[in-house]
């Protein structure tokens, strides 16, 4: 069956553009969690949703990070006024259950210059 | 707070040696282990959790808690398991998985 599907691969952005990054989760998944991982480093959490809810936030690095998952499935994670150490892979990973077995997408590869 | 450490960046060995990828943690409750792995151009998935006590590919872990260590092992390494392998700790009591900065294992013929 389809895997977690992460939109788009790659992203360039000039430095202060705002940028949107798409998850789609395992059908039936309820809970997604969204990573950052900057070269070299292992991935680090940002956040994490149960269903539509927002369950933890704290490893956002700024209010310039907004997540949301509006219907409980498709998440979009966005930057605002991007910097370049925003630059970074991002991950997306669900869980059927809570504290299931995460299942990664691809990530996107966001270049801010 | 907690915290994994992976103290190896890069672990190279020939083929049909043993191999043990080191992970120690630091974690004041008691932890969930895993060991996930990044084959070559393929996404992150789970290689074990100590929970299930199974062995996968031939990879076994076991959590020491004197040691607060949950080292990957495998008695007799093949290329196939050349990858990116990470650490990774569940807290009792939220969903924040924590991740160690990997180990990057080559197996060389």
């Known amino acids: 069956g389809a895997g977690v599907s992460q939109s788009p691969r790659y992203k360039v952005a000039k430095r202060g553009q705002d940028v949107a990054l798409r998850c789609d989760p395992i059908s039936g998944h309820v809970s997604l969690f969204w990573y950052q991982q900057a070269l070299g480093q292992g991935p680090e959490f940002l956040t994490y949703f149960q269903n539509e809810a927002q369950l933890d936030k704290s490893g956002l690095p700024s209010d310039r990070f907004f997540a949301e998952r509006p219907e409980g499935s498709v998440s979009t994670l966005k930057i605002q006024r991007t910097q370049q150490e925003d630059s970074a892979v991002y991950l997306c990973?669900?869980?059927?259950?809570?504290?299931?077995?995460?299942?990664f997408g691809n990530g996107t590869r966001l270049t801010v210059t | 707070a907690q915290r994994v450490t992976q103290p190896e960046k890069l672990l190279s060995v020939f083929k049909g040696a043993p191999v043990e990828l080191k992970c120690n943690y630091s974690y004041s409750g008691s932890p969930e282990l895993f060991w996930y792995v990044q084959y070559s151009r393929q996404r992150l998935q789970l290689l074990l959790r100590?929970?299930s006590r199974e062995s996968i590919k031939g990879f076994t872990a076991d959590l020491n808690k004197g040691e607060t260590s949950f080292h990957l092992k495998k008695p007799f390494a093949q290329e196939e398991d050349s990858a990116m392998y990470y650490c990774?700790?569940?807290?009792?009591?939220?969903?924040?998985?924590?991740f160690g900065a990997g180990t990057r294992l080559t197996v060389k013929p």
């Open positions: 990973a669900s869980s059927l259950v809570q504290r299931g077995t995460l299942h």
């Open positions: 100590h929970i």
């Open positions: 990774a700790l569940l807290s009792y009591n939220n969903n924040d998985m924590r």
